[in-house]
Structure formats: structure tokens, C-alpha cells
């Protein structure tokens, strides 16, 4: 009929925009609210990232209160208050109620929030399940009030709905406290708030969080470090990497006339020697204006790029957790597990993909209070966060299980899978754009690049592993040895002088010559004060020959700057947390003692001091490893000049003496 409307303009009459709220508020599983349990873990994940990226940038060591309390049936009131610098009136709505609205999406560098959803999406999904706003209070330090405004989000523009807006007088000198109601329901376990905060305190071993739970119960991750991480400067992209419509986005969009301007200021490592290498195989004279690179010369340019060889990418862009925090970090979270070793934590260095910075660091721990027969537990985190859900779908778990662990003396079923064994592994990606599988940020995709990354610094790690559980193996099988011939070798003498009618003989020569090893035994106990602990150290040399013994410890920085050490030693680094000492010469079987004192604030452990000694084979050691070729420290004058068989009148000045082998101690020894 006339001027009835066709089907296509029927349907098309239909269509209308969907805002990203609506888009949302149907598809919240995508973000991490699919059913209770996970809700509660969610929300209370955007708003402690949020609060530590905003004390790291604002260089405040955090303190974050997360508090769970029951409202209702089936609904938790969550809140999370922080000390960082607060946020400004008219950004409070857009910040908390407006989804996609950040400052870091477009920012080249690491940080934990990208894409200005998550905390946007917990009060979204809050006004959804409970239709009750949230409750934002906010001071920064200029101020003497703080700002309060409960909020909704309006789902069909994405703009914030301001419920209700006051001053409220605050003791806090700045910060911030998120307050939402929500359907939720609060257990304590694997990916649950708890477990997610606990690991977050082994990853940012800088900041002291407190968990107050539904029953009253409060817990504390006191902080182990008094040092900010570095804020990453935001960097241009790198050439490696990108996509051919990136590269004409980032042309078109320069605010440079020249092409060469464009190449050495709006991107990362192209040096003026790479910039003629590029300009010259690519046959551009670098005059070209950059907006009018296209098509088959933009085709050229992009291959040239990636053919020439330019510098690596900045590592500012990057915060590192670093090997010494990984320690720390792990030693304070886990210390009612007590491993039995720590491994070197391994750092690679920063690499790039999609023209991004990343790097891998790798921490593992095994033994002690760790289960035997359960399969190695894996901690993955990205940029600082950890993960806990879509463990077999993230890349970091490939990479673990595609690696042969019987390799490295764990149990693993036909080379593959997580291995079993009391290991525990933390992997850490750090990148300005992580690649994950999904808006929830729970798994990280596979990529080439990454994959071969996290493969190389599994391996470091696996090796430290193999090559603890060899020595371990060695030092068993010596001091079995060692417990029997001073068990037996008594017996069969008092019965062989009972027989013969003769005094039993002195063993201690045999049993030395048996042995043949110098043993290094550490005992922990109380001080001489009840403010202190110490430990005692023996070492014993069950040698044959007269030995003058150089010994060496390691230990966290700030233990060794409170330590009493007596004797006094050799001499220390600071820095390294090392000291060593040049023992009496020892004959055969003599003893020599040290103590260190330590102020019981530091909690010191056995396991936080490594014992090496130098000039020794390890096969000859038990309770300590022969010192690293690598180490290189100052020795006393005589030391060098006796090793080298000078006169005593020489004035030889102090030289740098490389411990690897046992000739200078030898010649020492035999003077």
C-alpha cells in the first residue's frame, strides 16, 4: 500500500545508539560480576588498585582499610579508605560514576587501572542489585573539609547522577573512602578478598593493608618496605611492534611538519644513526610532511622499521617489583611457612611487543611448611595486581606447564602441567599495555613475544631450584655419612681395645681423614638482653690439614646496619648486606665461634642468612656453599702477599681478589 513503510525502514526505525553503561549493566559477567562471590572480590579489587596507584603517584606510602560488613540478606557493605591525595570536587562524579572516564588509557606507561571501568562498574553494579548509590567521601590536603556525594550512574547517556552532595569534617589529612552496598556474599579461601589483599602485600611490599571481615576479625599486612616504587614516565611508543593502521594514526596525528621530527620525537629508540638507516633503505628524504606517508611509501616505512636495528625501549615506563622486594615480599606474606630456599628472584630485562615495553619477573620458594603432594602453587600478577580467576586460560600458566620441571627435581606427569612438589612460584608481568583475554583483567593472552619472555625467566628460576636440591642431596648424603662413622667408628674401637686389652685410641684423626670436610653449623636462640636474638655459628674443620678459613654472609640490608657482629668482621658492604671474616687458622678438627646479635625488631630467621666460604670445593663443605666466582671483595695486605709468597716487607697496597679456586688460601695455609 502507498506510503506504507517498507521492512528495511520498519527495522531501521528500531535501531538506536547503546551506551557503554547499558552495554555494561547486560554483560557484567565481562567484568568480573557474574555471580556473589566474585562480586565481593571485584569491587574490592578496582578500589584498593585505584587507591595504590594514587598514593604511587602522589609518593605516599599507602595505608588502605578494606571493610566488609553484612547488610542484610545476602548483601555486603564494602568499603575501601586510603591515605593518598584525595580527589578533586567536580572530578568526584565522572571519576566514580561515568565508565570509561580515566587519566591512564591514554598514557604509555604502566599502572594498575587502564581503562577507567572498574570502580565505574562496581557502582553500577551496586545501583543495580540494591538500587542504593555510592558513598564517596573525599579531602585532598589544601582543604579542611572533605566532600561527600552519593552517586548513581544514568545507563542510557553514561553520565553521573548526583544523588546528594554535602561537607563532612574528616580527621584524615587526605584520601579517600569508596562505601557501596551490593548483592555479595563474603568467604575467606581462594579468590576471595583475602586472598587477593594477601597477595597484593607480597607485591607491594611498600604498603601496610588492613582487612576488617564480616565477623569482627582484623587483619594486617604491615608494610616491609619504606620505599615508593618510581612513578613509570610516560614514553612515545616503538617502532618493533607496530601495526601498519598504528603507524598512520600516529602520522597523521603528529604535531611535527617533518618527517624526520616525527620518527626521533614521537617515538621510542630511533637514534639519529637508525634515523638515516631508516630514511636511507626506505629512499625518503625525511622532509615529507608525515600526514602525507601513505599507502605504498607507509607500507615501506613500517618494514624498514622493523628491519633496523634500534634501541630498546625505555625501562622508566616500567615499575619493576625488583629481587630484593620479591624477597621480602614473599619471606613477610609467607613467614608461618618458613620455605626451606629462596631462589635468586630472576628479573628479565624489558622487552617489546605491539611497540610496548613488558618485562618478566620470576620469585620461587620451596620446602618447609609448603605441601609435598599437592601441585606447585602459582602466583600470576600483572602490573603489581594478582590474578586469581582463569588460571588455565592466562599464558603465564602455559608457559609454566609447558616447561619440563623433572628437569630441575620436580615431580611432573609426562613433562607437562603444573608440577607437583612444596614449591611456590610467583611470576609477575609488568607492561604499559597488558595484553589481557578480557575486560575483567584476569588472564593474560598468549603472545609470542610474552611467551618467550616468561620461558626464559621460568628457566632461571628452575635452575637456582636444580641447583639447591643437588647441594641439599650432597649435604644429606654428608651428613649421613657423618652422623654413621661417629656412631659406628666409636663402638668398633671400644670393642677392638676391649679384646686387644688396650685404651680406646683417639678418632678424631680418622673421622677427619673420613670426612674431609669443613662443616658450618647456625643455631638461633634469645640474646644477652630480652630486646635481642642471636646466632651462634660453628665451623668445625674436619680436614686433614690446617686451614685458614675466609667466611662470608648474606643477609637483607637493613638486618645487617642493626647487626652486632663479634668478632668484628673483615670487613662488610653496606649495600650488598654482606660481611666477611678471616678466620684463625684452623688445624684439624679445631672449632672457631661467631655471634650475631640482631635487635628482635628485625625478626631475623635462620633462613634469611646465606654462609658461604671461600677456597673450598662444595664437595668438601657441609652447612655452607663455596663463595660465587663472581664475588669480588678487598683482602687484608698480608692475605695477598702470602698468597703470592711475597715478603711480609713488601708495600704491596690492597688488591682485588677474584674467590674462585684455593690457591691464595692453600698458600696461606702452608705458610
Not at 654428608?478 to 677392638?496: M, Y
Amino acid at each position: 500500500m502507498p506510503g506504507t513503510p517498507s521492512l528495511a525502514q520498519q527495522l531501521g526505525a528500531k535501531q538506536r545508539e547503546i551506551s557503554v553503561a547499558e552495554f555494561f549493566e547486560r554483560n557484567r559477567q565481562i567484568l568480573g560480576f557474574d555471580n556473589p562471590l566474585r562480586a565481593a572480590l571485584t569491587t574490592v579489587k578496582e578500589a584498593v588498585d585505584n587507591a595504590l596507584d594514587a598514593c604511587e603517584e602522589a609518593r605516599v606510602l599507602p595505608e588502605i582499610q578494606v571493610e566488609i560488613a553484612k547488610e542484610g540478606t545476602e548483601r555486603l557493605r564494602i568499603a575501601v579508605e586510603d591515605n593518598g591525595p584525595g580527589i578533586v570536587k567536580k572530578q568526584i562524579p565522572n571519576v566514580f560514576a561515568r565508565l570509561l572516564y580515566g587519566s591512564r588509557f591514554h598514557a604509555n606507561r604502566q599502572s594498575r587501572g587502564q581503562q577507567g571501568i572498574g570502580i565505574s562498574a562496581a557502582v553500577l553494579y551496586a545501583a543495580l542489585t540494591t538500587a542504593r548509590p555510592a558513598r564517596i567521601r573525599s579531602k585532598v590536603a589544601e582543604e579542611e573539609a572533605a566532600h561527600v556525594a552519593e552517586l548513581l550512574i544514568d545507563t542510557q547517556h553514561n553520565q553521573p547522577r548526583i544523588v546528594s552532595e554535602e561537607l563532612e569534617l574528616w580527621d584524615r589529612p587526605q584520601g579517600t573512602r569508596v562505601e557501596l552496598v551490593l548483592k555479595a556474599r563474603y568467604t575467606r579461601g581462594r579468590q576471595s578478598p583475602f586472598d587477593y589483599l594477601r597477595n597484593t602485600a607480597i607485591v607491594n611490599p611498600h604498603a601496610r593493608i588492613v582487612l576488617i571481615e564480616p565477623d569482627g576479625t582484623r587483619i594486617t599486612w604491615d608494610r616491609v618496605s619504606t620505599e615508593v616504587p618510581p612513578v613509570p614516565k610516560e614514553i612515545p611508543p616503538h617502532p618493533h611492534g607496530l601495526e601498519l593502521g598504528e603507524l598512520a594514526y600516529r602520522l597523521k596525528a603528529s604535531k611535527f611538519t617533518s618527517l624526520r621530527e616525527t620518527l626521533t620525537k614521537d617515538f621510542a629508540g630511533v637514534t639519529p644513526r637508525a634515523l638515516r638507516e631508516v630514511l636511507a633503505l626506505g629512499k625518503f628524504t625525511g622532509k615529507e610532511s608525515p600526514e602525507e606517508v601513505h599507502g605504498e611509501e607507509l607500507e615501506r616505512l613500517l618494514r624498514v622499521l622493523h628491519e633496523v636495528p634500534l634501541l630498546p625501549p625505555n625501562t622508566e615506563a616500567l615499575s619493576p617489583i625488583g629481587p630484593l622486594l620479591i624477597k621480602r615480599g614473599l619471606r613477610n606474606v609467607l613467614g608461618e611457612i618458613r620455605p626451606d630456599f629462596f631462589a635468586p628472584p630472576v628479573s628479565r630485562p624489558p622487552k617489546v611487543r605491539g611497540g610496548n615495553p613488558f618485562l618478566v619477573e620470576v620469585g620461587l620458594v620451596y620446602g618447609g611448611g609448603l605441601p609435598a603432594d599437592q601441585p606447585m602453587q602459582l602466583l600470576r600478577f600483572a602490573n603489581r595486581v594478582p590474578l586469581l580467576f582463569q588460571q588455565g586460560a592466562c599464558a603465564i600458566t602455559t608457559a609454566v606447564s609447558n616447561l619440563d620441571w623433572r628437569r630441575y627435581g620436580l615431580d611432573q606427569k609426562g613433562g607437562n602441567g603444573l608440577p607437583v612438589g612444596p614449591c611456590l612460584l610467583l611470576v609477575h608481568l609488568a607492561s604499559t599495555k597488558v595484553p589481557f583475554t578480557s575486560e575483567a583483567k584476569e588472564a593474560v593472552a598468549e603472545d609470542p613475544e610474552i611467551d618467550k619472555e616468561l620461558t626464559l625467566a621460568l628457566q632461571g628460576a628452575a635452575r637456582h631450584l636444580r641447583t639447591h636440591l643437588s647441594r641439599r642431596s650432597r649435604r644429606d648424603l654428608a651428613s649421613e655419612k657423618f652422623i654413621i662413622i661417629q656412631r659406628i667408628l666409636p663402638q668398633l674401637a671400644e670393642k677392638a681395645s676391649r679384646l686387644a686389652g688396650k685404651p680406646v685410641p683417639d678418632l678424631t684423626p680418622v673421622i677427619t681423614k673420613i670426612m674431609d670436610v669443613v662443616a658450618l653449623e647456625a643455631t638461633s636462640g634469645p640474646g644477652p638482653s630480652p630486646s635481642e636474638s642471636s646466632v651462634t655459628v660453628e665451623l668445625t674443620n674436619y680436614t686433614p690439614r690446617a686451614r685458614v678459613l675466609e667466611l662470608f654472609v648474606e643477609m637483607p640490608p637493613e638486618d645487617l646496619a642493626s647487626a652486632t657482629l663479634e668478632p668484628l668482621p673483615e670487613g662488610t658492604d653496606a649495600e650488598l648486606g654482606r660481611a666477611w671474616w678471616t678466620l684463625e687458622k684452623l688445624a684439624p678438627s679445631a672449632r672457631s665461634r661467631l655471634t650475631l646479635r640482631f635487635p628482635k625488631s628485625c625478626e631475623v630467621e635462620l633462613n634469611d642468612l646465606d654462609w658461604f666460604i671461600a677456597g673450598v670445593d662444595e664437595a668438601h663443605l657441609l652447612g655452607a656453599e663455596s663463595l660465587p666466582g663472581d664475588w669480588e671483595v678487598r683482602l687484608p695486605r698480608a692475605i695477598i702477599e702470602a698468597a703470592e709468597g711475597a715478603s711480609a716487607e713488601s708495600s704491596r697496597d690492597e688488591a682485588e681478589v677474584d674467590y674462585d679456586g684455593e690457591e691464595a688460601h692453600a698458600a696461606l695455609e702452608d705458610e
